[in-house]
């Protein structure tokens, strides 16, 4: 539970800003402690960061309100992303198989993307894209919501099947922690530029998804990585995230990726193409 100034600090909101938007508009309701002040919970929180976002894309108040009141979820979604240009003409093909759940097919494409170049390029130019297109169908009715999930959890496979068949890195390698934060789910960019990491040489602790703040830090001073990898795939995790980077920044260097990384201030930035940004990482540290 959050007060007014932490729920302020958390979603970039002012407070004063916070009780208008509750009172006119209803967009949260926070709870009460027994001398009546504010108290907002991660829902909350999370609500009020979408409700900002869409303002700041140039929606009314009112407007952001009622959608984010109506659907959180699907407000945040409308949102734009940052879009990495391909030339892969096959970008199209993880959600031609979402639509009729073709398992042979999706089966053929996530074998071939990953013989005869590098994973850094696989990622960056094959599925990161792809996966943002599958998104787009989804988002546009489509795909639906199980034939998304059928996609993604073969993707999700394939990747950890690939990670863990990699060959071990040297006990003298250096430690990064790569994972994401309480609440936040979206794993397949953070599990791929793992993947890609771990290919060049560096001593890779994955976490996966949803981890509370405690176990972060409790895992940072445990192993004292070189550094932390977070993601910020969607404007909802931003009150996490940024209470992470807050927690972790003493003990650690701290990195972020994600769409919306850019909205976090203190952390290095590693841009928009995992791959890329995973082998420029691995060469400094190794260097």
Partial sequence: MYTVSRAAQLTGVPSGTLRKWEQRYGVV??????GNYRLYDDEAVRRLVVMRSLVDAGWSAQEAARRVVEDAAGAESQLARPEVETADHRVEELAECARDFD???LEKALSEAFVGRGLADVVDEWLMPSLVRLGRAWQRGDVSVAGEHFVTAA???RLAHTFQSLPAVSSHAPRVVVG????SRHELGVLAFSLVLRSHGVAVTYLGGDLPLEAWIGTVELLEPRAVVLAVPTVEDLPAVREATEALLPLTAVMLGGAHQGEVAGPEHLGHRAGAAAVELADRLLA
Avoid: W
């Fill in 180 to 183: 994401l934060v309480r609440g």
């Fill in 29 to 34: 309701v926070p709870q009460r402690t027994s």
């Fill in 155 to 157: 993707v999700h496979r």
């Fill in 103 to 105: 398992v042979p097919r």
